[in-house]
T-cell receptor
Framework: NAGVTQTPKFQVLKTGQSMTLQCAQD?????MYWYRQDPGMGLRLIYY???????DKGEVPNGYNVSRLNKREFSLRLESAAPSQTSVYFC?????????????FGEGSRLTVL | DAKTTQPNSMESNEEEPVHLPCNHS???????IHWYRQLPSQGPEYVIH???SNVNNRMASLAIAEDRKSSTLILHRATLRDAAVYYC??????????FGTGTRLLVSP
């Protein structure tokens, strides 16, 4: 099983460029999440989607937009990339967003903004 | 957001048990205690979770204090592959996981 698949795995952008990180899960999960992880730090939630058709802001949503395209796919868009957005981005999914449901994470997308 | 406190790092020898502590004094009655780990250059991986009672699975055991203000993740026999950052997280009911900085576990042969 593929689980949670993120593309691309690596990307280098120039300041001001835009790009979209793609995430897909094949576990029929309802909830999906985007996190970022800066060097030496824990993960911080950017946006999440509790169910298809809904999205909500997390801790650090500024500079990002998301789209829950369908139940399988949840994309993260940087409209005008800034060096502060250099980070590793992780997508995750869970059956539901209740307290007793585990999250499954992708392998990450490493983004560098010059 | 309810907070957790973990030591920055811990060391263990291979094949010895490891007890990773976590304090969460502001935990609410509906918060689940989750543990994840992150191996180098990988995404976090679920380890175990519980609410009130101690829990066991194939990876680890979770011991929860009676007042729920602290918990301990127990790896019964550490291996080199267990070297990772371990995150103790409170899952806030219908909401998302909020990660702290975790405990870096070093395992020596």
């Amino acid at each position: 099983n593929a689980g949670v698949t993120q593309t691309p795995k690596f990307q280098v952008l120039k300041t001001g460029q835009s790009m979209t990180l793609q995430c897909a899960q094949d576990m029929n999960h309802n909830s999906m999440y985007w996190y970022r992880q800066d060097p030496g730090m824990g993960l911080r939630l950017i946006y999440y989607s509790a169910s298809e058709g809904t999205t909500d802001k997390g801790e650090v949503p500024n500079g990002y937009n998301v789209s829950r395209l369908n139940k399988r796919e949840f994309s993260l868009r940087l409209e005008s990339a800034a060096p502060s957005q250099t980070s590793v981005y992780f997508c995750a999914s869970s059956e539901l967003s209740f307290g007793d449901r585990e999250l499954f994470f992708g392998e990450g997308s490493r983004l560098t903004v010059l | 957001d309810a907070k957790t406190t973990q030591p920055n790092s811990m060391e263990s020898n291979e094949e010895e048990p490891v007890h990773l502590p976590c304090n969460h004094s502001t935990i609410s009655g509906t918060d689940y205690i989750h543990w994840y780990r992150q191996l180098p250059s990988q995404g976090p991986e679920y380890v175990i979770h519980g609410l009130t009672s101690n829990v066991n699975n194939r990876m680890a055991s979770l011991a929860i204090a009676e007042d729920r203000k602290s918990s301990t993740l127990i790896l019964h026999r550490a291996t080199l592959r267990d070297a990772a950052v371990y995150y103790c997280i409170l899952k806030e009911g219908f909401q998302k996981l909020v990660f702290g900085t975790g405990t870096r576990l070093l395992v020596s042969p």
